[in-house]
C-alpha cells in the first residue's frame, strides 16, 4: 500500500461475531467461555466473503473462544497462523449477582456512562483509564513489530473502542461514542512519522458486512446485549 510514495502498513481490526451471554433462565454465562451463535457464524462468514481478495500477512486475537472461531473463518485456506495476546481481552466488569435484579439492564444499557472519569468504572469492575492503557501498550507493541503489511486484529467491542480511541488521539472518555456492532470491521492505516513511529490513519469505522448501511442496527452493542438477555 503505498500513498504519494509512502509505504503504508494496514490493520484490520474486528469485532468477533455475535454470541450469547446469557443462559436459557436470564443467567449470565462466563464471557470467557462463550462461543458465536449461528446469527454470529453467518456475521463473519459475510466479513470473510467480504475479505476474500485483501492480503493478510499476520492474524491475532484476544485467545478468548469468540475471537479464535472467528479469527479462524476469516484466515481460512490462507495459511497464517493465528496468535494470540492477552493485552488484547475484554475489559471485565463486576458480578452481576451483586446489582438489585431490577437494576441490571439498566446498568448493562449504559456500561460505559462512567468512562470519562478518572477512576470510572465498567459495570463495578475494570477501571476504563487503567483498561485503555492496557489496550493501547499492547498495540504498540504489536505496532512496532516490523514482521507485517498487512494484519487481521480479532478482539471485542471496549478494546476495539480503546484501539480507536488511540488512533483518534483522544481518550477513554470517547469510549462511549465508537459503536462496534458484532462482527464489524474498522481499518487503520499506519505511515511512517518521520522519527522512527507510526502516524495512523482511520479509514474504517464499525463496518458490518452483513449490513452495512445498518438498516437493522439500531440498538447501541450494549443494547445488543440487554437484548439477548430478554430472549432467553
Known amino acids: 500500500m503505498k500513498g504519494q510514495g509512502t509505504v503504508r502498513r494496514r490493520v484490520h481490526l474486528?469485532?468477533?461475531g455475535e454470541v450469547a451471554y446469557f443462559d436459557r433462565s436470564g443467567?449470565?454465562?462466563?464471557?470467557?467461555?462463550?462461543?458465536?451463535?449461528?446469527a454470529g457464524l453467518k456475521q463473519v462468514e459475510a466479513l470473510a466473503h467480504h475479505l476474500a481478495a485483501v492480503t493478510i500477512d499476520r492474524a491475532v486475537c484476544s485467545g478468548l473462544p469468540r475471537t479464535?472461531?472467528?479469527?479462524?473463518i476469516l484466515i481460512a485456506g490462507r495459511g497464517l497462523p493465528l496468535e494470540e495476546d492477552e493485552g488484547f481481552r475484554e475489559i471485565r466488569g463486576g458480578r452481576l449477582r451483586?446489582?438489585?435484579?431490577?437494576?441490571?439492564?439498566?446498568?448493562?444499557?449504559?456500561?460505559?456512562?462512567?468512562?470519562?472519569?478518572?477512576?470510572?468504572?465498567?459495570?463495578?469492575?475494570?477501571?476504563?483509564?487503567?483498561?485503555?492503557?492496557?489496550?493501547?501498550a499492547a498495540f504498540h507493541r504489536l505496532v512496532a513489530a516490523p514482521d507485517w503489511r498487512s494484519l487481521?486484529?480479532?478482539?471485542?467491542?471496549?478494546?476495539n473502542r480503546a484501539i480507536l480511541c488511540?488512533?483518534?488521539?483522544?481518550?477513554?472518555?470517547?469510549?462511549?461514542?465508537?459503536?462496534?456492532?458484532?462482527?464489524?470491521?474498522?481499518?487503520?492505516d499506519l505511515e511512517p512519522d518521520?522519527?522512527?513511529?507510526?502516524?495512523?490513519?482511520?479509514?474504517?469505522?464499525?463496518?458490518?458486512?452483513?449490513?452495512?448501511?445498518?438498516?437493522?442496527?439500531?440498538?447501541t452493542s450494549m443494547e445488543q446485549v440487554v437484548h439477548s438477555r430478554r430472549r432467553v
Not at 27 to 38: G, I, K, S
Not at 152 to 159: E, M, T
Not at 199 to 219: C, Q, S
Open 14 to 16: 474486528v469485532r468477533h
Open 27 to 38: 443467567q449470565p454465562h462466563n464471557p470467557r467461555d462463550v462461543p458465536l451463535t449461528p
Open 68 to 72: 479464535r472461531e472467528t479469527a479462524g
Open 98 to 136: 451483586d446489582l438489585p435484579a431490577d437494576a441490571i439492564e439498566e446498568r448493562l444499557a449504559h456500561a460505559y456512562a462512567a468512562c470519562g472519569e478518572e477512576e470510572g468504572r465498567f459495570l463495578g469492575g475494570d477501571v476504563f483509564a487503567v483498561f485503555a492503557r492496557r489496550v493501547s
Open 152 to 159: 487481521l486484529l480479532v478482539a471485542h467491542d471496549g478494546v
Open 166 to 188: 488511540d488512533a483518534l488521539g483522544c481518550g477513554p472518555a470517547a469510549l462511549a461514542t465508537l459503536e462496534q456492532d458484532y462482527a464489524c470491521l474498522n481499518i487503520i
Open 194 to 219: 518521520g522519527s522512527g513511529g507510526w502516524r495512523p490513519l482511520v479509514r474504517t469505522v464499525n463496518m458490518t458486512a452483513y449490513d452495512p448501511v445498518k438498516e437493522r442496527l439500531h440498538a
